[in-house]
Each structure stands twice: as C-alpha cells, then as structure tokens.
C-alpha cells in the first residue's frame, strides 16, 4: 500500500517538476497558455556605444488563432495508466486491492468490519491474501488450530481437537456503492457431538439429544454465505442490505473468534450463548444506515440455533428480530447496543421464546426466559509485539444449565483466562503458530463438591497455521 502511494506522490512531483509554470499559475485543473522563450543574447546584434536608444514604440498583442481557447480554458493534457496507477487504480495482483477496498457498507475504513455485519475499532489488524481482477477485489483468509485440550475436575476432560476456519470474500464497486459476497467454512464438525471440554459452558446440543454442559459444542460447516449491497444516499451516509444462508444478524459484538482482542485464543468464550452464539443463523435479512462513524440497523432471520446435523444447511421461517446501534467515535474504540426477541430458540425447549440485551466494548449481555433475567459479563485484550501475542479474558455468567435440575436456581461462576501464543513466517502468506493458556474457574460453593474445589483449573495447547 505504501509503495503504491509513494509511487503516485513522486508520479505527480515529477509532473510538477517538470512544468514550473503549471505549478505556479494553475487555475483548479487547467493550465494556461505558457509565453514563448525570449530570444538568446546570442542572437542580438551588439549595440553601437554612440547610438542613442531608439524610441519604444508599443508593441500591438499577437492576434490569437480563431480557435485557440482561452488560456483558463485549456484542459490539462490526461494522464496515461501508468501516472494514475500509484494514485487510484492499482494493477492487478496480490495485495493491489488494499486501496481500492472500503467498507462494504459505506465509506469507511475495511478494517472496522468483523463478522457480519458487526463493526471492531478502524485500528484493528487487517490480514488477507489480496487480488484484483478488473472490477473484483478479493481476499482469503485462514486460520486452522490444533488443540490439546484438558479441563481438571471430576467434571473435566482431555481431548486433541481442531477448530479454526477459512473464509473467501469478492467485493466490487456498484453503482455509488459496493457489491460483497463472502463465504466463511469450519472445520469442526470433525470434533463430532460431543465437541471439546470448557469447564462451565453450556447451551445447544450436538446430538438432538442432550444438552452440552461443561462442553463447547462445534461450530457447523457453513460459518457464514451471505451478500451485502450498499449505496451512497448523500452527506457521507449509504443504505445497505445483507442477507445470508448462514449469516450473522445485528445483534452483539462480532463473534469471538473475529474480535480483533480474542480472536488468538482457541477457546470459545462461556459468555457464547449470552453475547454471540447468533453468528450462525440460517436466515437472516438486514437493513441498515451508515452515517459517519454511526450505524443503525434491524434484522429477521430464524432464529433457532443450528441443530445435530452440522455439515447441511437448514432452512426456517424469519421470525425473530434484532436491532443494533454501532458507534465507533475513535480509531481505538468500538460501541454496539443491541436487543433481539428470538422465537423457539432452543432445540430441546420448544416453544420457549428468548429476549436478549448486549452492550460494550466491556460486553454485557441478558437472557430473559422463563420469567428470569440473567447476566453474563466479558472483558478481553491482547498486546502484539515482535511476533508474540498474549492475550485474557474475564467472565462471569448468571447459569441456569449447570445442573440437571429443571428451572433451578441460577449459579454465578466465573472464569479468568491468559495465554500467548508465537508466530513464525514460514512463506510470505502462511505462518505457523506455537500458544499455550491457562484458566482459573470460580465456582460458588454449591457447586464446589462437583467440580473437585471451588477453582478447578483448565489448560490448552495449541499449534496454529494462518494463511494471511
């Protein structure tokens, strides 16, 4: 991206340059007629010294051509491909499209954009194999992690599992706004029903059957296919649409694994189901308005979470609704409020309806079921430096799923995680990763007995190839 812009910045001080009086007298984008060279002292023959100076007689103004222009009327001569190349239009290849992208829902930034249509700070790490192909930017993107996995406690497990994922977008410009197409794929369903021990998760089943407890159940095939149109309605501002077969719908932060603080860790958050377990939902339209660093938007989609057959795509009718509102009032910082009603969302409670509340960069999210609110809170960062990166998380839950006792009593538990993880470049678009973390749950003492204390603990290593 430099390059290309050093590249149009000497393109046209050369330009200048080389023509002094452009630069100097240069009437918007037209240049005026330059007079013709003086003659050489050369060329006059030499003064007689007992002459007297001949009387100046006015000179008459040269008769201008009948079809010469005006001098402001003169267009300045355009510029061939390969002077406007480093300035607008960037050739074909890997990473030439980095200027050419903005937002896909307005003018702004690439790099606010997460899952979704989800916004993350304009300062976020953008990563992508990059390459144009006439009116097309695309991009690709991967990340495959192989996880060992143990959780301690009478209620713990091992297991060596893979997660990650890759994702494909086409993005070209549309009238005064952009058409984009992405394709997001997971290979979890490999981890098979039973997905991966996390001590305190629980919500979904993977089997039709049973409820996952002290388990993160995997993520099917289809992540996200979905397409997004957006247009310019004037004052800085544009409209979109978004529709996916699975997509995400404007309801919470971006999904953990694209949220720019976390996204290193291979460990699903226990906060999921309270802030962005609707990332894959089969059915979604969005609507929305961009205005500057605000955006507002609604959605419908199906609003049953993803059922036992993780490798097909299912289909339902849209009845759930979602409204978001994003502020991102600086380059470090990133805002949502958003609630959502969800019809039926549960496999194996049918007929219950959810109403959810999200909000913050510190996420805070709510479920109202069953006539009871509970709250589940989230803080994550990370620092990158020199090819480390490590990263937290803080969580606290308000769970209900934590036991076999039907409508029990909420338990509030907690759980602390830290990890880092060291990137080595192997080729110019693929590295390889070696991470580790470490987790301190915190369970109330009504619980303690059937973890094995009130702290059990959990650990993870990890290796980790991204294509980038």
Known sequence: MKNILFAGASALALAVASAPAFAQDMPGMTMPAQPKPPAKAADKPPAKPADKPAAKTPEKPPAKAADEPPPDEMAMPPMDKSEMSGMAMPEEG???????????????????????????PDASEHSGVMKTSR????????????VYDHQGGPRGDDKLFASGMVMGMAQRPIGRGTLQFKAMLSPEPLMGPSGYPLLLASGETANGRDR????????????ELSASVSQEIGGGASAFVYAGLPGEPAFGPPAFMHREAIMDSPEAPITHHWLDSTHISFGVVTAGVVIGGVKVEASRF???????????IETGPLDSTAVRLSWNPARTL??????????????????VNQKRWSAGTIAWGRKSAHGHDDDAIAIEASVKHSGWTGFGRAEMTENRELTQVEDGPAYRVGKVSVGAIRDFRVAEHLSLGLGGLFDVNFVPGALAPAYGSRNPVGAMGFVRVRLD
């Open 135 to 146: 009116e097309w930017t695309l991009m690709g993107h991967g990340t495959l992690n192989l």
């Open 212 to 223: 996952l407890i002290d388990r993160q159940h995997p993520h099917d095939l289809f992540m």
């Open 94 to 120: 890997e990473h030439a499209g980095h200027m050419a992208m903005s937002g896909a829902l307005g003018p702004y930034p690439m790099e606010r954009e997460a899952s979704g249509t989800a916004w993350q």
């Open 302 to 312: 199906n609003g049953r979470e993803p059922d036992q057959h993780r490798w097909n």
């Open 334 to 351: 990133s805002l949502q409020g958003s609630w959502g009603r969800f019809v039926d969302p549960e496999q194996l409670e049918p007929g």
